[in-house]
């Protein structure tokens, strides 16, 4: 069993900063990659940044320049520094993780059952 904790999430004003952490636990052979989506109610779950193993990273356009995402392999956890947050980043924020649990099986996508940001005055 593999299991990601997040935590972080807070109320924070506009223009504001916050760091989110997520941890991997459990039968973890390797990480292939970790990343962060984001859902608000009655929308569907979207994209925020994710990194490879190899240190690639990938953001999307609306946080490129404001967040950024890092990894201490070490504590198998994935970070998201988030800077000049918006209010329209106000989210709950869900760790992703594709990780593999023994040497020669697929990678398996696992999730946290996420934190919540709010941006607002």
């Known amino acids: 069993q593999v299991q990601l904790v997040e935590s972080g999430g807070d109320l924070v004003q506009p223009g504001g900063s916050l760091r989110l952490s997520c941890e991997a636990s459990g039968s973890i052979y390797a990480i292939n990659s970790m990343g962060w989506y984001r859902q608000t109610a009655g929308k569907g779950r979207e994209f925020v940044a994710s990194?490879?193993?190899?240190?690639?990273?990938n953001y999307v356009d609306s946080v490129k320049g404001r967040f950024t995402i890092s990894t201490d392999n070490a504590k198998n956890t994935v970070y998201l520094q988030m800077n000049s947050l918006k209010p329209e980043d106000t989210s709950v924020y869900y760790c992703n993780a594709e990780i593999r649990t023994r040497i020669r099986s697929p990678g398996v996508d696992y999730w946290g059952k996420g934190t919540l940001v709010t941006v607002s005055s």
């Open positions: 990194i490879r193993s190899g240190g690639v990273t």
